[in-house]
């Protein structure tokens, strides 16, 4: 079975421009969760979704990021007008049920913003 | 908010010895989960060991195995005939919860845990 994949594994952009980040879940997983993790720290949980919902965004910032797990496709995570200060590897987990159980991580996208 | 603490930014030991990492969390839920997880260098996360908080027996994987004391919310690791594919950063995590029970998960900010041959 495949893990969770995350592409693209490394990003470029320059400041101003728009970073999507996919993440397609373990199959038949249905939770999935984005984290944020900045040099020499741990991760930092931003949203948590179902498919076609938002359950709890509350470690999102509230401009210029959004996320979405449509019914079908990837979760995308939209980062608008992006800035230095966003460069960091961005990390997808997935989980086939919610709390207690193990969340699956994918590789990692690692952003940097020129 | 729950909050995870990891008061040990770095740890060595020798190769074939053990060492315990240390984790401290704080939570008012009486029914939770406690998670160690594994970042190599390659930075993919690994589940190392959970341990479910109703359950008074230490959770063991193998050569890793847990001090799990819930009245001093204390949450240890300790890894035994330490290997050298054992380097890697150490993260402590619980499940957050927010009014609408989010189930993200809390990080401590790491243990780096060098192996010494």
């Known amino acids: 079975n495949a893990g969770v994949m995350q592409n693209p594994r490394h990003l470029v952009r320059r400041r101003g421009q728009e970073a999507r980040l996919r993440c397609s879940p373990v199959k038949g997983h249905s939770h999935v969760y984005w984290y944020r993790q900045l040099p020499e720290e741990g991760l930092k949980f931003m949203v948590y979704?179902?498919?076609?919902?938002?359950?709890?965004e509350s470690g999102m910032p509230k401009e210029r990021f959004s996320a979405e797990f449509p019914k079908e496709g990837p979760s995308i995570l939209r980062i608008q007008q992006v800035v230095r200060g966003d460069s960091a590897a961005y990390f997808c987990?997935?989980?086939?049920?919610?709390?207690?159980?193990?969340?699956?991580f994918g590789p990692g996208t690692r952003l940097t913003v020129l | 908010a729950q909050t995870v603490t990891q008061s040990q930014p770095e740890m060595s030991v020798q190769e074939a010895e053990t060492v315990t990492l240390s984790c401290t969390y704080d939570?008012?839920?009486?029914?939770?989960?406690l998670f160690w997880y594994k970042q190599p260098p390659s930075r993919q996360m690994i589940l190392v060991i959970r341990?479910?908080?109703?359950?008074?027996q230490n959770a063991t994987e193998n050569r890793f195995s847990v001090n799990f004391q819930k009245a001093a919310k204390s949450f240890s690791l300790k890894i035994s005939d330490s290997q050298l594919g054992d380097a890697a950063m150490y993260f402590c995590a619980y499940p957050c919860r927010s009014g609408g029970g989010a189930d993200g998960l809390t990080f401590g900010k790491g243990t780096h845990l060098i192996i010494q041959p």
């Open positions: 939570t008012s839920e009486s029914d939770y989960y």
């Open positions: 987990a997935s989980s086939p049920r919610q709390i207690s159980d193990e969340q699956f």
């Open positions: 979704l179902q498919k076609e919902n938002i359950i709890d």
């Open positions: 341990q479910e908080a109703y359950k008074q």
